[in-house]
């Protein structure tokens, strides 16, 4: 196992377009978390799934965002109508169950510039 | 509400020098976990250790240890004879406890920026 793995590691795209990020987990692990950081900032809880289950969302997600995790494996994040503000790294997390007690694997992130 | 407060942004030390990163934060809850994190200019972030909060020793690793004390929720981290390769940003990091049913999700503080010159 690599460790969690995020696709793509940059996205330039203009303002109003669609994006797409996908994450894969640790294997073994259930949970799998999203997070954005700012310039500057620590990261930001988005939204996490426990298997195929979204059971919390950030009030920082908005209506133009969009988490899924078919099959319990995989996830995307996708972001409708791009803003400029949207622009920030976006990190993928996956735990155990009990993700605290046992720890948190980051992805490398991908970072959105949007233009 | 968690919150975890890193007060500074920056700090500035030449290579072999000893450095402390402050951490302090707020939880209701009674189990928890803390963290730190390290975030080299590739954007990763490495994981450094983990405290649950039963647990107030302090640990050493290498030239790294940290100082958690639950009286003034602190959570130090310092770094012995710093090298360039310490340069990073350093993020304290807080969860609840979670379980079967709940996120345990983590709360981060703003980071500090550590240069160490040569």
């Known amino acids: 196992d690599t460790g969690v793995s995020q696709n793509p590691r940059h996205k330039i795209t203009k303002r109003g377009q669609n994006v797409t990020f996908r994450c894969d987990p640790i294997s073994e692990h259930n949970r799998l978390y999203w997070y954005r950081q700012t310039l500057g900032q620590g990261p930001e809880f988005l939204t996490y799934f426990q298997n195929e289950a979204q059971l919390e969302k950030s009030r920082l997600l908005s209506d133009r965002f969009s988490a899924e995790r078919p099959k319990g494996s995989f996830s995307t994040l996708e972001i409708q109508r791009t803003e400029q503000g949207d622009s920030a790294m976006y990190l993928c997390?996956?735990?155990?169950?009990?993700?605290?007690?046992?720890?948190?694997?980051f992805g490398s992130g991908t970072r959105l510039t949007v233009v | 509400a968690q919150k975890v407060t890193q007060a500074q942004t920056e700090i500035s030390v030449v290579e072999k020098e000893d450095v402390t990163l402050d951490c302090v934060y707020e939880?209701?809850?009674?189990?928890?976990?803390l963290f730190w994190y390290k975030q080299p200019p590739s954007g990763e972030l490495v994981f450094l250790i983990r405290r649950n909060s039963f647990d107030e020793q302090n640990e050493i690793s290498g030239r790294y240890s940290w100082n958690f004390q639950k009286s003034t929720s602190s959570f130090n981290f310092t770094i012995t004879a710093s090298q360039v390769v310490d340069s990073a940003v350093y993020f304290c990091a807080l969860s609840e406890a979670g379980g079967e049913t709940s996120g345990s999700r983590l709360t981060f503080g703003e980071g500090t920026q550590l240069t160490v010159n040569p």
């Open positions: 939880t209701r809850d009674t189990t928890y976990y």
């Open positions: 997390a996956s735990s155990s169950t009990t993700g605290a007690e046992y720890g948190y694997t």
